[in-house]
């Protein structure tokens, strides 16, 4: 039986998925497939490349006051970023090119700006899919990738299940880390920028098609990390996120696995 591990969209939230594995490997489940969107493509890429731990260490060493500089590199015509640095930075801790060196099967989910249809990459670059799955309308700068522009997976499929089962999952455990967020972490309103009125209506937008998507492709185990109270581009809480994740597996699935067999 494979076990395949679903990762959604959430911005900073998304750490919280590293813990999730973590947990899950020191029980003893084995991960034999990953599938992710947005953060959940760049947490799956990671996890599939095993670079957890290096991944940790620079998230933990880095001086998040310097977040503008990785993200805003400069505005294009298309997009609020063009997003090249954080993709040199994903090179960086990725230290992959191509789907087929991945230590685990994995795919990435976007979207096809033009067709409205959902694009899941299993093969060739890999960079360049992470990239695209991530591609905030609007924020990043879309991909253009064999003949197709790609943008955020989160339009069409904010938590694959789905493109987890075709990686031949026959038990789907799913992380939903893309909760509304907690009233009292809002800016007040004269703070506000343009970049958090994007976030957060692409948040609950994300909310709301997650919702539906979950009515549709029901996977066999959901956690959804207490993460209500981080904003979406507030990456200065990594220990934390990990920690929830961790927590989320303890509190949510450990006596159903352990029920199915499937952890020590």
Not at 15 to 30: D, F, S, T
Not at 50 to 58: C, H, M, T
Not at 61 to 90: C, N, Q, V, Y
Request: with cysteine.
């Amino acid at each position: 039986m494979k076990i395949g591990l679903a990762l959604g969209g959430g911005g900073a939230r998304g750490i919280a998925h590293l813990g999730v594995w973590q947990r899950l490997r020191e029980l003893g489940v084995p991960i034999h497939c990953i599938a992710g969107t947005s953060i959940g493509a760049i947490a799956g890429a990671i996890i599939a490349a095993g670079r957890v731990d290096e991944a940790l260490a620079w998230c933990k060493m880095s001086s998040w006051k310097k977040l503008p500089e990785l993200l805003f590199d400069r505005p294009t015509i298309k997009a609020l970023m063009a997003g090249r640095r954080i993709e040199d930075k994903l090179r960086q801790i990725i230290a992959i090119e191509s789907f087929a060196d991945l230590i685990t099967p994995y795919a990435a989910v976007a979207t096809d700006l033009n067709t409205g249809e959902a694009v899941v990459m299993r093969e060739g670059a890999l960079i360049s899919a992470v990239r695209a799955s991530m591609s905030i309308p609007g924020v990043f700068s879309p991909v253009e990738r064999e003949g197709r522009v790609l943008v955020d997976g989160g339009l069409v499929n904010p938590l694959p299940v789905s493109a987890c089962r075709a990686l031949g999952a026959d038990v789907v455990i799913a992380v939903d880390v893309n909760p509304l967020e907690d009233p009292s972490a809002a800016k007040p309103f004269e703070q506000l920028n343009i970049t958090d009125v994007l976030l957060k209506s692409f948040g609950i937008f994300n909310y709301e098609l997650t919702r539906r998507e979950l009515a549709v492709n029901k996977p066999d185990m959901l956690i959804r990390p207490a993460v209500g109270q981080v904003l979406a581009l507030d990456f200065r809480h990594v220990e934390p996120l990990v920690a929830i994740g961790r927590q989320a597996v303890d509190e949510e699935v450990v006596e159903a696995l352990k029920a199915k067999g499937e952890c020590k």
